[in-house]
Each structure stands twice: as structure tokens, then as C-alpha cells.
């Protein structure tokens, strides 16, 4: 089964569900539909669910990123705000990706915790479960900063005088600081144990004059003698392609040179 994108923009469209694997119900899609065209108007990022039967030999990211160059996804724009989750039903692989602010507010770690969340949904078959669940997750970590802006400094009035009324010098003791005294603690306690190791390490006895007669400069043993050999064994651990949740790969870019976060796992 091949897929052609058609260049128009999904904008256009209003089109967000694109089930090509046939795993809703009619009933089911027109749900994700509506909720997702509305969580969109809240957030003004489109949120795009994908799934397919297989990619045609391309890796999931690749085939999600020329099915966004391709349709020109985005709310605000064609190639604009969007967060698209990719299914492959032949790999059983899941990848959750952002572009522009879906990008900013859905990065790496925020995609990754998406992911993880909706991966029982999806090894259980819950198709719809997990879709909703990843809508409902977008909308909320689109709600909420990526970071906590930092504080302004606010400088004193110039009539103020002296140190505020809550001042308090232990503050600017770094000896009194509970963070210094921690890695103080820390640094003291590496000095006294890389001490005693190199204390305790084993001194080479030997060198290049141990066999040497000085008076005679002649070998006066042939050999050293060998004692005892010691193998260990560690068993390699298994290769169970059918292992659900584990997360691999981040972002990158598509075809088209267009920048997104991600995170990839199998289901």
C-alpha cells in the first residue's frame, strides 16, 4: 500500500485524523475530530494523529517527516504549529513529534512522557484510549511553560538605606551556605578515599635491573613464574524485539529542512 500526500494544507482541510491503518470507528474518528479541532483552538497548534500498516521501507520519523512537508500540516500556517503522533502498525512503533511552539512546549522530555503514558493503551489495542489520552496530555503540557521564566531583579528604591528589613548576614556567609557545606562534605570525602586507594594499590617490584648482576652484567634469572589465571563470565543479555515502552531516538529533521522534537518507542 502506497500513500500520496496531497500538497494541500491541513488547514484547509481541517482534516486531523488520518487513520490509515483503520484502527477507529467511524463513530471514534469523528470524537478525535472534534476534540482535537477544538484542544487546536485552545492551544492554536493543530494535534494530528497518523497511523499506517507500514511506511514503505522508511523509518517512522522519515515518514512522518515527509507527511508533514508533504500536506504542509499547521494551524497557524502550512508547516506551522503542529503535534502529530505517528503509528506503524508492521513495526509496532510509536513516534511523537512537535514543530514550532509544538516543538517549544512539546520537546524531547515532554514527548517522551506522552509517549510512556500511552504505550499501554496501545499494546492492549486501545487505539482510541491511548489517542485520547495523547490529545488530553498535548493540550495540557501546551497549557504550561516549558520552563519557569526567571525572576527579574528588582533594584531598591534610592531613598532606601541600609540593608532590607529581612536581611540576614548568615546568607552571605558561603561557610554557612547548606549547599557548600554539602559539596564541601562531598569533595573531602573523594580527597580521603582517592588517597587511600592510591595507598593502597599495588607497587610494581620489579624493572628493567631486577635481573641484571651488576657485577657481571649477565641474567641471573630466566624467567618469572606463572600462578594462577582467572576467567569470569558474564551471560549476554537476549534480544527480545517484542519488549513494549522502550524509548529511543529524539528529534531532528525532515526532508524539508523543517526542525521538531521526538520520541520513539515500540508498543
Known sequence: MFFIFSGTSLAASNQLIYDFAELLTNEEVEQLESLASSYGQETEVDIVILTANHTDGKSIEQFMGDFYDEKGLGFDKPHGNTVILTIDMNEREVYVAGFYKGEEYINNYRADLIREEITPYLSEGDFYGAFKNYMDLTKHYLGIEPEA????????????????????????????????????????????????????????????????????????????????KTVSKVRKPKNNNNRSGGGFGGGGFTGGGRSHSGSKGRF
Do not use: C, H, W
Not at 156 to 181: D, M, T, V
Open 149 to 228: 521564566p526567571s525572576q527579574p531583579n528588582v533594584s531598591p528604591p534610592n531613598n532606601q538605606a541600609g540593608p532590607p528589613n529581612n536581611y540576614n548576614p548568615n546568607e552571605e556567609n558561603i561557610f554557612l551556605n547548606p549547599i557548600f557545606q554539602f559539596l564541601s562534605s562531598i569533595f573531602m570525602g573523594a580527597l580521603v578515599v582517592g588517597i587511600m586507594a592510591y595507598r593502597s594499590s599495588p607497587k610494581k617490584t620489579t624493572n628493567s635491573r631486577t635481573y641484571l648482576d651488576e657485577g657481571r652484567s649477565a641474567v641471573t634469572a630466566r624467567r618469572d613464574s606463572f600462578i594462577r
